[in-house]
C-alpha cells in the first residue's frame, strides 16, 4: 500500500512530519507554492459546452433551418442578392443567440463561483475562513457539526466528533471518530481517524490536517461529482417552450395561409413560397428562448448583488409567488449583536441609542441628552461594565469594508460597545485599572467578579451578574455619587425596574463594586463565594438583539404584497413577541404559540389556528417542519429560513428553502434553494421581489413579440384576402428584416427593464399562471389591428398612385416603426410610459436608436437599397410614418388611461 494510503497507520506526528507542517497551520507563501504543485481542490467537472458547440447548436434551431430553405429556394431560382440577405440575416440570428447563451453561461458560472464551498483553516497561525478549492495538502482544517468536509484529512483532535459518510461508504450510522492510528490494512469505512471529503459533520468538533485534495481524495478516485449548481428546467421555461410550440403550429397555419392565398392571386410560386416562408419567420417567436435564459441570468446576478444567490434556477420561478416566509429571529430578523438598550442608576431609566456593534449613539432621560463623563453614576456604571468583562470590541476588515466585530461573549460586548460610546476604551482602563485576580462567572452562583488595582494599597471589585443575585450581596447604593444605605423599599424599587426592563424583552444584569484593601483580597474572594460578602449597588443595564432598521420595511414590504410573515424562533416567548411587535410581525389579534403548545395539537388543531398566528417561540427544527407543512396545506406556497443541520428537513420540505450563508451550516446550504449571503430577512423580501420583476419581464417580451408578429400576421392576410389587384405589401426579406433585425434587437432590451413601483403592491400570482393571459391577448389583437390599419393606409395610398417599389418601401418602414412605438408599450402593461419614464431603461433606449437608425440606412444606402429592394424617402415621407406608427403608442396610452380610471 502506497504512502498517500496509509495515513490513518501514522502517528499524527508522523503525519505533520511528512507534510511538512504543523498545528500552526501553513504560512501563506506554503500555501501558496502547494497549491501550484498539487493544484486547486476541486474534482474534475464535465466537459463544458465549447463557444463551437454553442455557435452549432444555434444553428439547429427551427427557425434557422426555415431561414437556411429560404436561402436554398431562392439561389435555385438563381437570386442571388436574396440568397446572400437571407444569409446575413442567419449569421445576424446566429450571432445574437450564441452571444445571448455565452452570457447566460458565463453568468451561471460566475453565480456557481459565488455559492462555492468555504472552509475554516489555519494560516499564519491564525483561524481564517476560505474557498474550499484553496485548501491544500499540510493545511490544518476546523471541523464543527453541519460543516462539509472539504478534502482527505487526518484527524489530531476530536470532541465528540461524529461524521455522516453515508454518501462514500452507504453506511447510514453517523461514524464516532478517534485520533489514535489504525492498522495499514483497514479499509476506507473503518479508518476512524480519517475526515474525508464530501462527508458531513454530525456532531462535536475536531481539527485534521489535510492530506489529499481534488481528484486524490477518496471521493475524487471514484469521480463521483458533486455539482453545487444544477442545470435544470424551470416551470416557466417550460411553460416558455410549450407556448413557443404552439405559437410555431400558428406559424405554420398563417404561412400555409399566406401560400394558398397568394397561389390563388396568381402571383410568382417562387416569390410567393419564399414569401410564405418569410412569413413563418416572422410568425416563430424565435427569440422567447434566448430572451428567456437572458431574463434569468439577468435576474440571478440582480438577485446575487442584493445578497441573495441562487443556487436552483426554479426557485427564481417560485419566489414571485411566494405567499408566506417562515423565518428565523437572531441574525435574520434581529443583527445577532446584543446591544446596550437601558441603564437604571439613580432611580431613572437612561434610554441608549445606537444598533449593534457600531460605537455610536447618545445616552438619553426622557429625550433630553446626558453627559456621560459628569454622570458620575452612569460613569462608573460604564466602567464596571468594561472591567468586569473579558470581550474586545475591533474594528475588522472585511471583503465588503471595515466592520465593527466582538471577540468573547456577545452580552458582555454590548458592555464594551455601550462603555466606547461613552468614551471609555476597554483597553485604556485595563492599562489604568489592571486585573489581579477574578471570580469567573459560574452560572449556578450566576455572578462574575474581577479585581483590580486601583493604588498600592487599594482594589477595586467590579462585580456583573443575574439582578437578584447581587441585590442580595448589597448593602449600600451609589446615588448621585454618594454611598447611601441599601433599604428594603429601594431594593423593591429596583426589582421593578428589573422586571419593567424584562418585559420588554431585555436581557437584564445589574453592576455594583466594593472598595478593598490589597491585603483582603483573600478573605473578601472567600466572601463574596459564601455570600457574605457587602458590595455597594451602581445600576442594571437591560440589553437586546435588536430588529434589523431594514427588517420592519421590509415586513410591511410583505404585508402590501399579500404575503405572511411567520417568526419561528428558539428564544423565549416574551423576546419573540417583543421583536415581532416592534418590526410589525405581530398585530392586532395574531397569536402566539409555543414549542410544548405546539406539541399539543394535532396537525388538524395546528391548521385551525395557522393563518391567524404571527410568532411560535421555543421551537425546534421538528416544529419548523410541522409549521411548513400547516402553510402548505392551506395552500401557501412557503419560503423557509434555517441555518442549522437540523433545519434541512423545513428547508426540504418548503417551496423556497434559504440558507443563511454566513451562520448556516454546509447541509443547510445544499439543500436549500437559495443563499442569503448576508443572513438579512430583507434579502428574502428582494429576493421576492426580484422574482415578480422577472415573471413581469417575461410577461413584457412575450407580450411584444406576439403584438409585433401578430400586426406583421394581420396586415399580409388582409393585404392578400382584401385588397385585390395589390400586389405583395412586403417583399420577403423586408419581412425578414422587420421581424429579425428590428425585433431582434428590441425584445432582449425589455427584459433588462426596472421594477415596477407597485410590483409589491399585487397579491402573489399563482405557481400555474400562465404567461398569456386574457388582457394580454386582447391587448395583443388591439394593437395588432392598429398596426394592420396604418400599414395598409400608406401602402395603399402610395399604391394608387402606381409606384409598387416605393409603396412597399413606405410599408415596409411604416411596420418597422410600430415595432418601435410598441416596444414603448411594452414596458409596462398598465403604466403610462409618461409616468415610468422615457429614459429609465438605457438599453431599450439604446437599442431604439440602433432600430432607427438602420432603418433609415435600409433606405438610403445603396447595399440596403438593394437587397431590401428599397428607395430613399423624403422628410415628408417620414413625418407621415412617424404620425401613423405612433398611433399605437397613443392608442396603447388612452388603454391605459382608461383602465385606470375604470380600476380606479
Known sequence: MSKENVWHAYKVEKVFEILETSERGLTTSEAEERISKYGSNELEEEKKLSKLNMLVDQLKSPLVGVLIAAAFISSLAGKLIDTLVVAVVIIFNTSIGFFQEFRAESALQALKSMAAPEAEVVRDGIEVRIKAKEIVPGDIILLDSGDKVPADARIFEAANLEIDESMLTGESIPVRKSIDELNEELVVADRINMAFSGTIVTQGRGKA????????????????????????????????????????????????????????????????????????????????????????????NRMARRNAIIRKLQAVDTLGSATAICTDKTGTLTTNQMTVRKIFVDNRMIDVSGIGFVPEGEFEVKGKMIDTKKDESLSLALQIGVLCNDSRLRLHETSSGPRWEIFGDPTEGALVVAATKAGYQKEKLEEKFPRID?????PRERYMATFHRTSEKEIRVCIKGAPETILERCSEILEKGLIKK???????????????????????????????????????????????????????????????????????????????????????????????????????????FTGAELDAMSDDELDAVIEETSVFARVSPTHKYRIVESLRRKGHIVAMTGDGVNDAPALKAAEIGVAMGITGTDVTKETADMVLADDNFASIVNAVEEGRVIFENIRKVVKYLIATNTGEIITILTALSLLSGVPLIFTPVQVLWVNLVTDGLLDVTLAMEPKEEDVMDQPPRKPDEKIINRDIMLNTLYVGIFMAIGTLWVFTKEWNNGDLIRAQTLGFTTMAMFQVFNALNCRSRTKSVFKIGFFTNKYLFAAIIASVSLQIMATILPFFQVALRTVPLSSWDWLTITLVSSSVFIADEVRKFVRSKVKG
Open 209 to 300: 490536517v489535510v492530506v489529499a485534495t481534488g481528484m486524490k481524495t477518496e471521493i475524487g478516485k471514484i469521480a463521483t461529482l458533486i455539482k453545487e449548481t444544477e442545470k435544470v428546467e424551470t416551470p416557466i421555461q417550460m411553460r416558455t417552450k410549450d407556448l413557443t410550440k404552439k405559437l410555431g403550429l400558428f406559424a405554420l397555419l398563417a404561412s400555409s395561409l399566406v401560400l394558398a392565398l397568394s397561389i390563388i392571386r396568381g402571383f410568382e410560386f417562387y416569390e410567393t413560397f419564399l414569401f410564405a416562408l418569410a412569413t413563418a419567420v416572422s410568425a416563430i417567436p424565435e427569440g422567447l428562448p434566448a430572451v428567456m435564459t437572458i431574463t434569468l441570468s439577468v435576474g440571478v
Open 438 to 442: 477574578e471570580i469567573p462567572f459560574n
Open 486 to 592: 441599601l433599604s428594603q423599599r429601594k431594593k423593591k424599587d429596583i426589582l421593578k425596574a428589573s422586571t419593567e426592563m424584562a418585559s420588554e424583552a431585555l436581557r437584564v444584569l445589574a453592576l455594583a463594586y466594593q472598595t478593598i484593601e490589597v491585603e483582603d483580597l483573600d478573605v473578601f474572594k472567600e466572601n463574596m463565594q459564601h455570600g457574605r460578602a457587602k458590595l455597594i449597588f451602581v445600576g442594571l443595564a437591560g440589553m437586546i438583539d435588536p430588529p434589523r432598521p431594514e427588517a420592519k420595511i421590509a415586513v410591511q414590504l410583505c404585508k402590501r404584497a399579500g404575503i405572511k410573515v411567520v417568526m419561528a424562533t428558539g428564544d423565549h416567548k416574551l423576546t419573540g413577541e417583543a421583536i415581532a411587535k416592534e418590526i410589525g410581525i405581530l398585530e392586532g389579534n395574531s397569536k402566539v
